[in-house]
C-alpha cells in the first residue's frame, strides 16, 4: 500500500496503523526518468517500546570470587511482546556500559553468569527488555562484588578483663 509520503523528506509519518501488527517499509526515488529499484524492506510492529524492566538480583548461591550470576523477572508486555533481554555491565571501575548478554529471540531466559570478573571490584549493571521496535529504557543501576563469602575462621575465646 502506497503510503503517499513524497518529497525530499528523510521522514515519513504513517498513521492509522494497528497496534501488534507487523508492517513491512521500502523505499523508492522517483524522478523525471521513472521508479527506481526498492530498498530493502524494513520491518515494524505498530507499538510502543517496552516497559523499563526491574533492576537485575543476585543469585548468591551460583556466585563467586570471579564470576557473578544475576537473574531478573519478566517485563510486562505492551502491545507487542517482549523478545528478549539485554544485560550490561560497567568494567568494575565505573566506566561505561557494555553489552555481556544480548537474548534476542530468548525471552524465556531470565538469568545469566558473567565469568572472568576481579575479586574485590564493584560491577554495576543495568537490564533492558526489547521487542520488535527496540529496547527499553534502561533498569535502575545495581551494583554487586565478585567476591566469596570468608571462611576458616577460628571460634572467639573469652578473656578475662580484671
Known sequence: TDTGCTGASSTCTVSGLTASKNYRFALAAVNTFGEGDHSESLSAVAGTLPAKPNK??????????????????????????????VLNMDNGEGGAFSIIYDGIYQPGILKYTKTGLTTGKAYRFTLQARNYNGLSTASDIETFYACQAPSGFSAPTPTSTS
Open 56 to 85: 537485575p538480583t543476585l543469585v548468591t548461591g551460583e556466585s563467586g570470587k570471579n564470576y557473578l550470576t544475576l537473574q531478573w523477572t519478566a517485563s510486562a508486555d505492551t502491545e507487542t511482546p517482549v523478545i528478549g533481554y
